[in-house]
Every structure is written in C-alpha cells, then in structure tokens.
C-alpha cells in the first residue's frame, strides 16, 4: 500500500468519527436542535458535516484531489468555528484540540495525499 492512499484512509477514518459524532447529535435531537444556544449558523454548520464529512471521504478515493482540498478546508473551519464556540460559550476543549491535532496532521501531510498516482 503506498503512503499517499494511507493517509487517505486515516484521514476519511477521522472524518468518519466526525460523521457519527454530528449523526448521533442528529439523531437524538433533531434537525432544529440548537446545540445548547450556540447561533443559528454554528448549529447549522456542524449539522451539516454530518453530510459534508462522509462526502469528504469519499472524494477521497474517488477523486482524490477533490477530497484532499475538502479535507482541508472542513478542517480549516471546523476548527475556526470550534475554537470560537470554546472561547464564547464554554466547551470541552479535549475535543478542540483533538480537532487541532488532526488539522496539523492534515496540512502536514496534505502534499502527500495528493501524489496518488
């Protein structure tokens, strides 16, 4: 197995944790759920990365070039708009970092997932 299609498969089993995450908050409280009083858009945000990470993933295999720059990007704003939420209203910061852990492993290894041919 090469290195490049390796990392794809950590980073698409990341994003696929990311996905149970934001389904399990969609299943057991619904499309209107507020998240606990976070604004309109954070609520929004994270219930569509309950769509926006398997996409991802896939995209990963399919057209790895299009899912590395998405990897990147979902990454990018997650982490943004967490951070923002942990600074404002509170949170668990174990998980923020964790997200930062893994965007730091994604830039660091973006070139590398990309030389899939």
């Known amino acids: 197995m090469n290195r490049s299609l390796l990392i794809r498969i ?3 089993a990341c994003l696929a944790g990311g996905t149970a995450t ?4 969609l299943i057991g409280h619904g ?3 507020d998240y606990g009083g976070v604004p309109w858009w954070v609520a929004g945000f994270w219930t569509s990365l309950t769509f926006i ?7 990963l295999f399919v057209k790895p ?14 982490v943004a708009v967490n951070v ?6 509170g949170g668990v910061v174990w998980m923020v970092a964790s997200q930062i852990a893994f965007l730091i492993f ?4 973006a070139k590398l997932a990309l030389r899939y041919r």
């Open 10 to 12: 950590v980073w698409a």
């Open 65 to 78: 070039r299009i899912g590395a720059f998405a990897t990147v990007a979902i990454m990018a704003v997650d």
């Open 53 to 59: 990470d398997p996409s991802a993933a896939a995209f």
């Open 84 to 89: 923002w939420v942990v600074a404002t209203y």
């Open 106 to 109: 994604v830039l660091a290894t």
């Open 22 to 25: 934001h389904a399990l908050a």
């Open 31 to 33: 499309w209107r759920w």
